[in-house]
């Protein structure tokens, strides 16, 4: 059974930072690439940072020079690193391991910006 989980979530103060870690459990195979999404209330959820098996990441405009991805796709890990944090960047936080035959999702990490 695969599972995701997220850790690192809180409520902190705008300006501050938060490390989240997401790590999956029950894949055997190889992964293509993971995510972190985003999803505020009342609003859909979003793309955050993307990083493919190869290293390769990127993350949104919203949260560029802000937000850090990283990771580990050999051990099916990744991270997100966030500073200088917004009130707008309140949301529920989710990993997501997509591909073609699968797509993968975490239950979700609370992240609460004050101001």
């Known amino acids: 059974q695969v599972q995701l989980v997220e850790s690192g979530g809180g409520v902190v103060q705008a300006g501050g930072s938060l490390r989240l870690s997401c790590v999956a459990s029950?894949?055997?195979?190889?992964?293509?690439?993971m995510a972190w999404y985003r999803q505020a209330p009342g609003k859909e959820r979003e793309l955050v940072a993307t990083?493919?098996?190869?290293?390769?990441?990127s993350v949104e405009d919203s949260v560029k020079g802000r937000f850090t991805v990283s990771g580990d796709p050999a051990l099916k890990a990744v991270f997100l690193q966030m500073n200088s944090l917004k009130p707008e960047d309140t949301a529920v936080y989710y990993c997501?391991?997509?591909?073609?035959?699968?797509?993968?999702w975490g239950q979700g990490t609370e992240v609460t910006v004050s101001s």
């Open positions: 997501n391991f997509p591909g073609r035959d699968y797509n993968y």
């Open positions: 990083m493919s098996s190869d290293g390769w990441s």
């Open positions: 029950g894949i055997s195979f190889r992964i293509n690439g």
